[in-house]
Nanobody
Framework: QVQLVESGGGLVEAGGSLRLSCAAT????????MGWYRQAPGKQRESVAT???????DYSDSVKGRFTISEDSAKNTVYLQMNSLKPEDTALYYC??????????????WGQGTQVTVSS
């Protein structure tokens, strides 16, 4: 069982920055993908950024060039540095881990979410 605890959300003015953290505890098999998703009111949850065991990072088009995902594998922690924030970035941000022990079974874990609110 894996537990994810997010922190770092808050209220910021447009153009500001925030850094989200997600600490994972429990057994995470390799390979894995860690990532951040977000859900705004009335909208579906969407992928923001992901990073794989090999360090490959992918971003949604809406955050490319503004957000950076990174990982401290020794601490099982993933970060999301968010710069040049816009009001449309306002959402509940969720941490996610996908891990597989045998390349067939995929375990999918979610954090409880941390709120990011960007004022105009």
């Amino acid at each position: 069982q894996v537990q994810l605890v997010e922190s770092g959300g808050g209220l910021v003015e447009a153009g500001g920055s925030l850094r989200l953290s997600c600490a994972a505890t429990g057994t995470i098999f390799k390979p894995y993908t860690m990532g951040w998703y977000r859900q705004a009111p009335g909208k579906q949850r969407e992928s923001v950024a992901t990073i794989t065991t090999l360090g490959r990072a992918d971003y949604s088009d809406s955050v490319k060039g503004r957000f950076t995902i990174s990982e401290d594998s020794a601490k099982n922690t993933v970060y999301l540095q968010m710069n040049s924030l816009k009001p449309e970035d306002t959402a509940l941000y969720y941490c996610n881990v996908k891990t597989t022990p045998d390349s067939v079974t995929i375990y999918n874990y979610w954090g409880q979410g941390t709120q990011v609110t960007v004022s105009s």
